[in-house]
Structure formats: structure tokens, C-alpha cells
């Protein structure tokens, strides 16, 4: 029923920056948290970062906490991830992802806490 769409990912040179959105289709995200995830080719799918929809608490995984922003629009029904100071590991697909149940904080760092996906967008960047 939730459908996600990412944009704004692209091609960088490390030290720059990309802003990245999800929109959801439909009504507003009516599930607890929403977050970002990127895959790189041979590796697992790892955490990047989450916001508590309601009350816009963020959690960030070490690797980019700092330089990642996450936010949510809630009148665009729209979730962001501002990256700067960009680092040629960011390289990846990123995955804007939504639970459909409440999760405890300490779960959101997990795939397996998430029920929808977007189809992601290519991160690249470049020395």
C-alpha cells in the first residue's frame, strides 16, 4: 500500500554534498520511523540513518554522523538525507525505507525492522 520513490542521488567529488528525498505515495506515513540504508556492491545492506516520524528524533550510524542530516517535511509528506563532507565509502545505493509498526529505537538500525522500500538511488562518489 506504501510506496516509496527516492531522488537526488548522482555523481560527486568527495568533499561535496547531495541531498536526497523519499516521497511516500498516498496518504501521510502513518507508520513510526522511516530511514536510510545503503548497499555497496559485495557488501551487506547497512544502517545509515532514521527519524521518529512524530517526534523527529534522528539516530545515525558512526560512519556518518556529523556529516549526514536526516529530516522530515511533514506538510511535503517528504524525508531527506543531507550529505556533505561526501567520502569515497559513501559510495552506494541508498534506500529510503518505512516501518509499518512501532519499533523500538534500538531496532531501527535493522533491515528486518522496515516493511516498505524504495527502489533506491545511486550514490557515487568520486576522488
Known amino acids: 500500500q506504501v510506496q516509496l520513490v527516492e531522488s537526488g542521488g548522482g555523481l560527486v567529488q568527495a568533499g561535496g554534498s547531495l541531498r536526497l528525498s523519499c516521497a511516500p505515495s498516498?496518504?501521510?506515513?502513518?507508520?513510526?520511523?522511516m530511514g536510510w540504508f545503503r548497499q555497496a556492491p559485495g557488501k551487506e545492506r547497512e544502517f545509515v540513518a532514521a527519524?521518529?516520524?512524530?517526534?523527529?528524533?534522528?539516530y545515525y550510524a558512526d560512519s556518518v554522523n556529523g556529516r549526514f542530516t536526516i529530516s522530515r517535511d511533514n506538510a511535503k509528506n517528504t524525508l531527506y538525507l543531507q550529505m556533505n563532507s561526501l567520502k569515497l565509502e559513501d559510495t552506494a545505493i541508498y534506500y529510503c525505507?518505512?516501518?509499518?509498526?512501532?519499533?523500538?529505537?534500538?531496532?531501527?538500525?535493522?533491515?528486518?525492522?522496515?516493511?516498505?522500500w524504495g527502489q533506491g538511488t545511486q550514490v557515487t562518489v568520486s576522488s
Open positions: 498516498g496518504r501521510t506515513f502513518s507508520g513510526s520511523a
Open positions: 525505507a518505512a516501518t509499518g509498526a512501532p519499533v523500538y529505537a534500538w531496532n531501527l538500525r535493522t533491515t528486518r525492522s522496515y516493511d516498505y
Open positions: 527519524i521518529n516520524w512524530s517526534a523527529g528524533r534522528t
